[in-house]
């Protein structure tokens, strides 16, 4: 038998009027119950790849994921931007409208929320489950299109699970990209994950995993790249743009990287830090903080003011150095009004080191401002006197001459 | 009808006697008509992908892409060293002496420079266009085969467009391999481009792009990578190569990251500021700058002298922090005879900081050259002072101790 | 003919008994003697994509790879945890207990070590073969699970090559995952390299080569990225998790760099240098040592005390910056008893700088210790006055404040 299936030419046992342009998911549960028959013994089971060509499917029954090994494949992740569409008033002379490639429509009529949900109890961890390089659409969102809400996630792995990658894919218009609960070495690289609520979110716990090279922004609601409880995170590479109620966010999340990325957002809290989170290491990054600039999108924010800090740290002994900040919001939508913006806050923590960190600002700014609770910080070559401002003596200044 | 094609197999309709070993750029074409016929209404046009498997394909036709959605992709980007092969003498010998994997030569008889146009006007902007993993070859250059010149491009995108990528991909012996006009989140990553008169070119504007992960070497008469403006552009983790008449040039390009590169010329500016690059960050990357070894590109330069500053730096409120330079030029080739050489040239702008580089020579060298017309450059801990010249007294410097 | 193969479908001439399923490496030989075959003439050698459908593959015949642009792609590489399978007890309840994809079980019954071995003499060197997205895995260790010996060997690169890639490719329970000699332009990037005695190890000479964006993590046996020989090599974005003798080992390597990676080792000397080391950068990494965890693993070691350094640096004008050092070392387990670690050994050279370091501990630690031998060490913000230790007076500290 062929380990090498495709949506369009599989023929649901016993249901032939079921295709995958009626609903791909239930042809591709299908598929996987034939690979577990298939691959009945212990001994050999390799999986199988499930090849999605380019086109339009819908999906209505939600896909479980409970074979390792399986690879789920397309041709073209498809990204268009919906948000421009939707906001675009008249579209009828436009060539298309539609994100496309290997394009799944969620739509689900199952009551289930989630496009594909991945899991399996028992031993081992699920290993090696591959999505790659198609589109997940979730087309609409509600009550409105710039609500960012409508239920629905993309693909949720919700067991722990080794050495999966999410590798050139296409997210657009879910409330929730990807969600990854335990994951262990996962790699989320080379996506395209746009115009969702949340684009990555790494849950639970997790450890020597990476997120690179991808073209990540969230929408006001969400996160961008989210990591709670995860050892040894790798972010690195992304292009990260609005908008994103924060880009970064670790939630107890120690000895992690953020290095050699780029970001820009529209609100304060672009790197933000939930609980305590140690030794972790932000370098090499560029930062742009600018007001919404689009009409669409300028009712919303992330509810942060400009005292809440462009990176916001809890946490002790993490290294922030060698970035570049750039900071160009109009006085007038300063909040709040008449303060003087903080860059970098250190909100709570022991040890932590900021280091030749660099700060060009259309307005004055702190570019460092420590709580009153922080001890030990080290600011250094990151800060003027005048840009620095802390509500503890318990710290080590040197100020970038 | 399938979305996918290959083109050994597919039929020109009217013209059976046209086929891929006649002129890949005519199928391709009438491939890309048949994706149109099938496509026809608004409301679903998910592309297609056309695959081009190992072969030697003649081009002729330059292809037209005016469709969202295309994936073009092949099986080997197929780079060999022609320049070592026509400088080499005799190759009677040789077991190959051409490119090969899925390799198109690009041989247009149409009157026409491009391989591939990628164009459409009206609205949407082009949307996820994708060549993958295929080789374009120009063959050969004119006059001679050192001249880098013949007047080919590989792939011009000539429109606003969105999400495309490239990747994957090798180009050899172009004047010009890949230009993209007014991109946003272009990915350029995984390709070998070497041999080429210049290799990414990023015009007129764009934003929020990455050119991540490649390996790259163009000739002494264009660019590695060029940008002008843009903004955000992420140029991280490439592996930049001989020779290249700069490496990454920016023109007019702000907020952008160079980081986290290795850099490795023959010429002075390796990197080359032109206009205003405002805000941008040059870190952690490694600059190798010799002379160039081999003799037969030993006749050409860039036609810069070594006071161009390894770096040479115009705008504003740029970082360059964590660099490592290695400058190693026999005293001979220094120009202008006898002159101490400028790593880093500050050309023109205000608040300018360079910050922790560190500078290893075979000669003296100026680390840090601060031009008369700059004002406010920091120079913290990148140059001793005797490393260190300015025609200015507005700055500030902390001496590397 | 076609220039696409699938071992599934190749009949074997003259031995129809010959499958993928009694030997894949005799099947692939087979292939390429066919490759061959087809394109006898030095004009056009395109070479061939050989596809590995998800499955379980004998290998009992060595596969020479002698010709260019030759592509072996699977669909999956398929990695699970053996290290965790071989130490759990019983598993005769589990779902799986072997890795899957494209799985290639090395069983060489010819008396070869090599899984594949890439030879060729003459000119030119070989280029642009490509391994992707499949699995060599080593089934077992001799003589007991955890010694990461079998003697076995993923692939081999024993003649000079350019332009080749290994991408995507799962390597386990393998003595040596990757060889390759004389490197020019090699791309290692999107690999799982894991529990094989060493990883990735680039012997003789190479140039202008990556490493990058794998999850990469060797035996305590080996290396998991060894470079030997290399000028302008780029390691970057890559996830190095235990054991590995050293995490990246350069011997008499230049001119290079290891940027923005995180490392996690259970032993001294992650970062490793043999022989003369000149002008390499090691910036914007997260390092991490602690203790081996695992009870399992818990006998075994490299051999190496806590005065070798978690970075052990010899050579010339190397420069580590921005890097965050982790260590979290029981007391009774440091070694020599009752020693003050050492994080940052320069034990031999002239003109490295250490700047911008930053070091937590769980114990008071030397951040920097210069040998005897050393001179003209600079040493900024990277050691408090009682983190630093000299044995020479040769050398420049500004200590962290």
Not at 112 to 120: H, I, P
Not at 200 to 219: F, H, M, P, R, W
Request: hydrophobic letters at 35%; glycine letters at 10%; one cysteine or more.
């Amino acid at each position: 038998m062929s380990t090498v299936y495709d949506v369009t030419t599989w023929s649901v046992p016993g249901n032939p009027a079921l295709t995958c342009y009626t609903d791909i998911g239930a042809v591709i549960n299908s598929i996987i119950a034939d690979i577990k028959a298939q691959q009945p013994g212990q001994a050999s089971k390799p999986g199988a790849a499930i090849y999605v060509p380019p086109g339009d499917y819908p999906l209505r029954t939600r896909v479980v994921v409970d074979v390792s090994y399986l690879t789920i494949r397309g041709s073209g992740h498809g990204f268009t931007s919906s948000s421009i569409r939707y906001n675009a008033g008249s579209t009828a002379s436009w060539h298309e409208i539609w994100p496309g490639g290997s394009r799944i429509r969620v739509e689900n009529t199952d009551g289930r929320s989630e496009a594909f949900l991945v899991a399996r109890t028992g031993d081992p961890r699920l290993s090696s489950v591959v999505f790659s390089n198609f589109c997940l659409d979730g087309v609409g969102f509600t009550p409105h299109q710039n609500s960012y809400r409508n239920g629905k996630v993309g693909i949720r792995v919700d067991t722990a699970n080794d050495a999966f990658r999410v590798e050139g894919m296409g997210f657009v218009y879910l409330e929730q990209a990807l969600v990854v609960r335990d994951a262990d070495a996962l790699s989320v690289s080379g996506n395209f994950i746009a115009e969702c609520g949340s684009c990555v979110e790494l849950v639970g716990s997790g450890q020597a995993s990476k997120v690179t090279d991808n073209l990540i922004g969230a929408g006001y609601v969400g996160f961008s790249v989210f990591a709670e409880g995860h050892e040894g995170l790798l972010v690195t590479g992304n292009n990260v743009f609005p908008r994103g109620r924060s880009l970064v966010h670790f939630k107890n999340t120690n000895r992690s990287s953020i290095s050699a990325n780029r970001f820009h957002g529209f609100y304060p809290g672009l790197i933000d830090f939930e609980g305590t989170n140690r030794e972790n290491l932000i370098s090499g990054n560029h930062f742009r903080r600018e007001a919404e600039p689009w009409a669409p999108m300028q009712p919303y924010g992330n509810g942060k003011d400009d005292l809440y800090g462009v990176v916001h740290l809890r946490g002790d002994a993490n290294m922030v150095s060698g970035n570049l900040f750039v900071y160009n919001v109009p006085t007038a939508k300063i909040a709040p009004s008449g303060a003087t913006p903080t860059v970098v806050l250190v909100a709570s923590g022991a040890d932590n080191r900021l280091s030749d960190n660099s700060f060009a600002a259309n307005v004055a700014v702190k570019a460092v401002v420590l709580d009153a609770s922080t001890t030990g910080t080290k600011v250094l070559d990151s800060a003027t006197a005048a840009q620095f401002q802390s509500y503890t003596s318990n710290y080590t200044l040197r100020p970038t001459p």
